[in-house]
């Protein structure tokens, strides 16, 4: 499966972004999605994983309370709604896809069937 991710910009501190990944020529039926970010001389990190089961299961904890993932399947697409928003939250952020991997053990590290290219979200003090 192809995804895209849309939705970035540049915000100031405190507002909201939500960000969409679509998929392309197939389906999200049967995929764990995750949603990663990295700034600029940073390693990617994940941040939040909805898994087929729909469990959530979130990696990294800054972003807990303020982000969150929802999915919808019959529009093959996957959101994450990011509330306050801070400057650290500067980065590319990218959408994941990885058939089954309903504990999103293999997302948590970075392992996936498919990677977007990303939308730059800017936070502005």
């Given at each position: ?11 100031q ?6 960000l ?16 990663f ?8 990190e ?21 982000f969150?993932?929802s ?10 709604q ?16 990885d ?5 999103c ?6 392992i ?5 290219q ?8």
């Amino acid at each position: 499966v192809q995804v895209a991710e849309s939705g970035g910009g540049l915000v100031q501190a405190g507002e909201s972004l939500r960000l969409s990944c679509t998929a392309s020529k197939l389906t999200f039926y049967g995929y764990s999605l995750a949603w990663f970010r990295q700034a600029p001389g940073k390693e990617r990190e994940g941040l939040v994983c909805i898994a087929w089961s729909g469990n959530v299961t979130y990696f990294l904890d800054s972003v807990k309370g303020r982000f969150t993932i929802s999915r919808d399947i019959a529009k093959n697409s996957l959101y994450l709604q990011m509330n306050s928003l801070k400057p650290e939250d500067t980065a590319m952020y990218y959408c994941a896809a990885d058939v089954g991997d309903d504990g999103c053990y293999g997302l948590r590290h970075g392992i996936a069937n498919s990677w977007g290219q990303g939308t730059q979200v800017t936070v502005a003090s």
